[in-house]
């Protein structure tokens, strides 16, 4: 998956900027998304795993400049597969906890 723009960011402490990476014409493509946040204005937010690239240079970029979506659907996915199987669970240990009754 190519994304379609870039915001300036950095990769690593001592990595040129996207925007710099970009006057070389070299393409970078999206491995995985690995996180996601909203910013304080609302806006969507990945965090992206660059193929080729270490975990040190994934970089969070806003939503709209992202042409992933297959990526994104399936890390979607994938939290909301972890989110009900952590409901199961929270479910299996209320119905196993005793209940007390206390009466003075």
């Not at 870039?6 to 996180?35: C, D, H, M, P």
């Not at 909203?38 to 080729?52: A, Q």
């Not at 939503?63 to 199987?85: A, D, F, P, Q």
Request: with cysteine.
């Amino acid at each position: 998956m190519k994304i379609k723009s870039w915001t300036k960011l950095k990769f690593g402490k001592k990595g040129k900027s996207i925007s710099e990476r970009i006057r070389s014409n070299k393409q970078y493509e999206v491995e995985a998304v690995v996180g996601k946040r909203i910013t304080i204005e609302g806006k969507i937010e990945y965090l992206l795993k660059w193929k080729n690239y270490s975990n040190k240079s994934n970089t969070w970029e806003p939503s709209e400049n992202l042409n992933c979506t297959k990526l994104i659907r399936n890390y979607e996915m994938n939290v909301l597969k972890k989110n009900e199987e952590h409901d199961k669970q929270i479910v299996y240990i209320a119905e196993e906890t005793d209940v007390y009754i206390c009466s003075s």
